[in-house]
């Protein structure tokens, strides 16, 4: 079985991977004009959030301490989603893309930790396998709204 340490840094990347979900749902919010786009991705906003906030127990449970922002690729990721988006008014297909791609790689991220067999408990398999599930919803939920544009 892993240390500690390394299960909370595991989580931690995880919880870091949160954070820059929340904050691209929230700028894909903010670059779009179509209003059910914006409801949904302020959804999945909060559905992130929730995620984000039963990782940082699980960290804590682990005697660690959750980090408090994403990641430094996830900054750079949305300041040029940001930039790309500004220059098209028309960019709702777009902005679905960049959430789509944003969220296999966090199916990708949990993969790695539900393959890592006899590391957590049930109870967090469970959880993580939930989360991943939320995960491939929103992917499904994105490609049948990017169809619309």
Not at 36 to 44: G, P, S, V
Not at 56 to 69: A, D, Q
Not at 106 to 127: C, F, I, T
């Amino acid at each position: 079985m892993k240390p500690k340490k390394e299960l909370v840094h595991d989580l931690n990347d995880l919880l870091e991977r949160n954070y820059d979900a929340i904050q691209g749902y929230r700028d894909a919010a903010r670059n779009v004009t179509n209003e059910e786009l914006k409801r949904f991705f302020i959804n999945q906003a909060k559905e992130r959030l929730k995620l984000a906030e039963e990782v940082k127990v699980e960290i804590r449970l682990l005697g660690g301490n959750p980090v408090k922002e994403g990641s430094l690729l996830g900054i750079f990721h949305r300041s040029w989603m940001n930039f790309k988006t500004s220059l098209n008014h028309d960019n709702e297909k777009e902005v679905c893309e960049a959430c789509i791609t944003g969220e296999e790689k966090a199916v990708r991220e949990y993969d790695q930790l539900l393959g890592q067999k006899g590391v957590w408990s049930d109870r967090l398999m469970l959880e993580l396998q939930d989360h991943k599930t939320i995960t491939l919803q929103a992917i499904r939920d994105l490609e049948s709204l990017k169809e619309k544009f």
